[in-house]
């Protein structure tokens, strides 16, 4: 009886190691050459920004930067398509604070066509404003350079796909399950904003 025990436990942990070997081969091939997987991706949408001619796409330079200092530089900028335009007017600065949904992707990979997703404020597949719990961050500060920089240029109930280069994003960092350079995918909405000292009242 205890050799049989002893042969059950050995199938077991060998079972057991082999899931762990697929997961993690699984894994390397997922995230290979991430760091140029990440840049290709990123100008390839930057370029395709570039000439679409049409005012569903945006190119815009990181906050603290003006045109002439961003010099043309892909990785200065972030890259917009323009899912809603409300068409109101007044954006938020940088000491704002403001309500957001958001659902936050990598990009497209075998496992993961359209992109892993890492954090959301909403679980429906299609966004539905009625079933998500909008979060308050920081216009500026806590917050990555390629979110402050669309929330600056975003007017309350526009909705923008924001796609933010690893330079304006967590960069060389790995930052919780966000591997380092990693190109950020943002389907991003703003809800509210409030100026700085301002009352802000809970989401409801």
Not at 20 to 34: F, G, H, I, M, V
Not at 75 to 82: A, D, G, R
Not at 165 to 183: H, N, V
């Amino acid at each position: 009886m205890k050799g049989y025990l002893s042969l059950l436990t050995i199938v077991l942990l060998s079972l057991l190691s082999l899931a762990s070997c697929k997961e993690n081969e699984q894994e390397d091939y997922e995230y290979a050459n991430w760091q140029s997987r990440n840049t290709e991706y990123f100008n390839k949408i930057y370029d395709h920004a570039k000439t679409a001619n049409n005012s569903t796409w945006k190119i815009i330079p990181k906050w603290s930067l003006g045109e002439e200092a961003a010099a043309g530089k892909a990785s200065n900028y972030i890259v917009v398509e323009v899912l809603y335009s409300s068409g109101r007017e007044g954006s938020p600065l940088y000491t704002d604070s403001a309500y957001v949904n958001y659902r936050g992707r990598l990009i497209p990979t075998v496992y993961h066509a359209d992109g892993w997703v890492f954090d959301q404020t909403y679980k429906s597949t299609d966004y539905v404003p009625e079933l998500a719990l909008p979060k308050l961050i920081g216009v500026g500060e806590g917050t990555i350079d390629g979110i402050t920089t669309a929330l600056m240029n975003m007017h309350i109930g526009d909705r923008w796909r924001v796609y933010i280069p690893q330079e304006l994003g967590y960069r060389t960092t790995d930052t919780g399950s966000i591997p380092a350079f990693s190109t950020l995918i943002f389907d991003l909405s703003l809800m509210a904003y409030y100026r700085a000292g301002a009352n802000i009242p809970e989401w409801k």
